[in-house]
């Protein structure tokens, strides 16, 4: 193996830069409670917020045929949307190529993310783009549909094989992140998730629920599971992707 003077292998210069990277990365994630008081700009503010979840924007046009073409068949055509989490817009190009006479409001938490996907969607109609960490501000019983693909979950957590998903994620801001889509939905409305580190079944808001399109094994991304305690269920993969909010 290649040897430097102090004796340390190239090997070992890559662990060791991996290790301290994790470090890094547990230290900020842990300290976003403090860094959320403090007085920061708002352009810098929303990359500390407890509520991000996500941090990479990896997105492509029409990445969930199998998810839309459902989408399409169930819901009225002139429907409202929401695409939690947008990144830069393709998400919600390809709903509008779906259901054409949709209206589809997208929002991100990163402002650069929502600047790329105002410029992207420029030319549709009825398309509005807002920065949001939640759906807090969304009206009740607004949505004939909320969709949050690739949005409750951290990449870390799979590249890392973590067994626990704190700092990273956190299971109690899923549920709230849930409890938010739940009343934004109208009764009858679609819930569509799919690639999150934790499982829908698992929340309050579940009971309001019925689960009526299930994912093929071929359609899930890799990422990890973790229970309500934020520790990994081993080997799990959770196939559930489109509830109904029940009308009661
Ligand atoms: C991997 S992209 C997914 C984009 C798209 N939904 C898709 O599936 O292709 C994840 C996006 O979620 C956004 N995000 C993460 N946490 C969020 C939050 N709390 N509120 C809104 N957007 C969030 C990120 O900024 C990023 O743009």
Redesign the pocket.
């Known amino acids: 193996m290649l040897r430097t003077n102090q004796g340390y292998g190239a090997g070992d210069i890559a662990l060791k830069i991996v290790q301290l990277r994790r470090l890094y990365l547990i230290v900020l994630f842990r300290a976003r409670p403090l860094f959320e008081r403090l007085p920061l700009p708002h352009w810098l503010k929303w990359r500390f917020?407890r509520?991000?979840?996500?941090?990479?924007?990896?997105?492509?046009n029409d990445?969930?045929p199998w998810l839309f073409t459902y989408a399409r068949d169930h819901l009225p055509p002139d429907s409202r949307l929401l695409?939690?989490?947008?990144?830069?817009g393709?998400?919600i190009v390809s709903l509008k190529r779906y259901l054409p006479t949709a209206t589809v409001r997208g929002?991100?938490?990163?402002p650069r993310?929502t600047k790329k996907a105002h410029l992207h969607t420029s030319s549709l109609h009825q398309v509005e783009i807002a920065h949001?960490?939640?759906?807090s501000a969304e009206p009740a019983n607004s949505y004939d549909a909320v969709?949050?693909?690739?949005?409750?979950?951290n990449?870390y957590l799979t590249a890392n094989k973590c067994r626990v998903s704190e700092p990273f994620c956190q299971f109690s801001?899923f549920e709230l992140?849930i409890a938010d889509f739940t009343r934004c939905l109208k009764p009858g409305g679609l819930l569509f998730l799919?690639?999150t580190n934790f499982r829908f079944c698992d929340t309050a808001s579940a009971k309001e629920f019925d689960t009526v399109f299930a994912a093929q094994e071929s359609n899930l991304a890799p990422d990890l599971i973790y229970d309500a305690n934020n520790k990994l269920i081993e080997g799990e993969r959770y196939l559930d992707a489109v509830f109904r909010k029940r009308v009661t």
């Open positions: 917020s509520k991000r979840f996500q941090p990479f924007n990896y997105t492509l990445r969930y695409s939690f989490g947008c990144s830069t393709e998400e929002i991100d938490v990163d993310n949001a960490k939640d759906a969709f949050c693909l690739a949005v409750l979950c990449g801001e992140a799919l690639t």
